[in-house]
């Protein structure tokens, strides 16, 4: 039998995926479970385990192509009649009655032979040379009428889990998931699809009194008020903080931001600083990295750092959270010059959706204006966001002396359905003491 | 209650009926004497005389027509063909002058005939003396045709088909004759199958399974060990193979929405694709897999007992066939 393998669901709102390369290459012999395809998409790179064991026969979806959801990506050849049981085909030919009428009754057939061994696996065909495999995608008379008659989506049905070959939707599948709905009615499907726009009852016109305007909530403040809704209710949010000693990072940058300004091209801040400290810590830390998604933790070990970019000269443009690609893989002064270009887009509002999808953290800044501390949102899916908070001189006691340094408050809100206290004091911990020993350029 | 054969079933519904109904004759090739290349009328001629057991030379032409000429006068007759194989030779008779014969004479005329004789292979008969031919009266309107699979069915069927007004084509799988054993009622209890009737042999839920003759019993088997995979296969007796029971068909398939029909004749052309094209029509919406199709190779039945298996439709080939549509 032929398995089809899958472009699986790879978390919400996802609808496609990249072959970054095949594991396997054609005529290889595959276990089932075992990594098969790299997969990467806008939320989660993954590798794909094999669905069968047997011969990776075909592959239809080749390094560097995009594929929906559900579509086939290769076939798998499984040795399906190997384990089918011994055949009981018919007993043997008895001479019953060929022109034998006048012995009456003739003698029954001999007690049968036992069955022949089974024949070697015929070719996995229906007898017409039509494999059977109708994959995800293919949803049968049956399912779609049922799934009309109970209101279900189709997103809905996508979501449901096939049993059927090359994870198809069966009616038994759809049966039992209305079952189990109907007898569950309070627990939500698995992310319930979000209302269509037009049934949304237009709000009740808010009359502005003497000093007041009314502005319709639309556009990116929409966008931001809905997502922060999103992360504050779905994350158990709390903020740790700890302060640093950026003694060397400011001496650092008041050394050499003219030479680094003259030989790179980029004005040297500190944030590079920070986003560095914290990819290293985050290759450390993994869970820090990682996503809680439908009772899956995706744990990445790669990181894409989205950094706050507040527009307007006084925020009032509201913010975007563009994103460093591979940050763990690029250098300090490669990230200057990556977020120099993603603030200057930001701002003559070149950014494209691309470049603000696909972060798995976030480093937020509002020392740039002053503030001290704060307990950022988390920004949905993801597990943590860290805030950087203004470098005030403070007097500090070092070796029982008391000295002027400068300081800065680290301010970590974590998802603590993931991470625990130590976990993330320990994170925070890594994050400072790379910046106070600042061995960057070592 | 009767413990009987397969072929005694046949047997004692025809002698029934001969008793019952002093129009009904049988006419055939060495069934007098002899009683019959298989033994079905063995002792008739001693009880029902020359005349409504008649020897006939070896013309299923002559035969054929002589039924249809009797059973226009007013008789009810029985044409056995020694073999199914031999009923091409009565063709003509068969589809151009008994199925046609009530329209052409403006419904004043009904031919109450049974065409029957044994048919279908694994017996090691070869070419001329395995073939299932359901298929060609199948096609044509004004005929019926039978097939039991069953002792009781056999017997209920084949006093039905005497008593209908209508050509019927009656087909005995030979390879049922003497393995398969059942209870019959008594002659007093006017046992009768009433035609076009289908039945349930299993219930079940995970896919509906079509077949009639021999195969019933193949069927069986195959449910019988996919069972034990959590494959729960309901198997339709057709017994009635024209007109069809279509309306036991959809409500198996609205159970089930997954169908397997099965038959021993050449896969294309047969039975199973009318069946699947009606299942199709009617319960499209309700189907969760393709109409699948056991059958034989579209080949001949070869005499080597090897190649006879491998044309013809085995129990593996259902199981595998079956599996595959569970899992589909």
Known sequence: ?442 | MREVTFLEAIRAAIWEEMERDPNVFIIGEDIGKMGGAFGVTTGFQERFGFDRVVDAPISETAIIGVAIGAAAAGKRAIAEMQFIDFISYGFDQVVNVAATYLYRSGGQVSIPIVVRGPSGGYVGGSLYHSQQFEAWFFHVPGLKVVQPAFPDDAYGLMKASIRDNNPVIFLEHKYLYRRIKGTIPNPEADYIVKLGEARIRRPGDTLTVVTYGAMVHFALDAARMLEQEGISMEVIDLRTIKPLDMETIYNSVRKTSKVLVIYEAPRTGGVGAEISARITEECFEWLDAPVMRVAAKDSFVPFAEPLEKFVLPSVDDIVYTARQLAHY
């Open chain 1, 1 to 442: 039998m032929a398995v089809a393998v899958i472009m699986p669901e790879l978390g919400e709102s996802i609808v496609e995926g990249t072959i970054v390369r095949w594991l396997k290459q054609e005529g290889e012999l595959v276990k089932e479970d075992e990594p098969l395809v790299e997969i990467m998409t806008d939320k989660v790179n993954t590798e794909l385990p094999a669905p069968a064991s047997g011969v990776l026969k075909q592959i239809l979806a080749t390094a560097g192509a995009t594929v929906k959801v559900g579509q086939e990506l290769a076939w798998i050849e499984t040795e399906a009649r190997a384990e089918s049981p011994a055949p009981s085909g018919p007993p043997p030919v008895a001479e019953v009655g060929f022109y034998g009428g006048h012995e009456e009754p003739a003698p029954v057939a001999p007690a049968p032979a036992p069955a022949p061994a089974p024949a070697p696996a015929p070719t996995p065909t229906a007898g017409d040379g039509r494999t059977r495999a109708p994959g995800r995608a293919f949803i049968s008379p049956v399912v779609a009428k049922i799934a009309a008659e109970h209101g279900i989506s189709q997103d809905e049905l996508m979501r449901i889990p096939g049993t059927g070959t090359g994870g198809r939707v069966t009616r038994a599948d759809i049966e039992r998931y209305i079952a189990q709905r109907r007898t569950a009615p309070t627990t939500p499907a698995p992310e319930p699809a979000p209302a269509p726009i037009p049934t949304t009852p237009a709000p009740a016109p808010v009359q502005p009194k003497e000093g007041e305007e009314v502005i319709p909530l639309v556009g990116m403040r929409k966008a931001i008020a809905e997502h922060l809704t999103k992360s504050y209710h779905t994350a158990v949010h709390v903020t740790t903080v700890i302060q640093v000693d950026v003694s060397r990072m400011v001496e650092f940058r008041e050394r050499n931001k003219e030479a680094f300004q003259q030989q790179y091209g980029v004005r040297l801040t500190y944030t590079p600083f920070f986003v560095k400290a914290a990819a290293d810590a985050l290759l450390e830390f993994p869970m820090m990295n990682a996503s809680l998604i439908d009772d899956q933790i995706i744990v990445r070990h790669y990181v894409h750092m989205g950094v706050a970019v507040a527009l307007g000269e006084k925020g009032e443009e509201g913010l975007i959270v563009p994103v460093i690609r591979d940050v763990h893989k690029k250098s300090i002064i490669d990230i200057a010059r990556d977020l120099e270009d993603i603030a200057k887009r930001a701002r003559n509002k070149t950014i494209g959706v691309a470049d603000v999808q696909g972060a798995t953290f976030t480093l937020t800044n509002p020392g740039s204006y002053g503030a001290l501390i704060g307990t950022p949102i988390i920004n949905h899916p993801q597990t943590a966001i860290l805030g950087t908070y203004a470098i005030v001189k403070q007097p500090v006691v070092i070796n029982d002396m008391i000295a002027i340094r400068p300081i800065m408050n680290l301010c970590l809100s974590y998802d603590h359905r993931l991470i625990d206290g130590m976990y993330a004091g320990r994170f925070l911990q890594r994050i400072k003491r790379a910046i106070e020993e600042f061995e960057f350029f070592r």
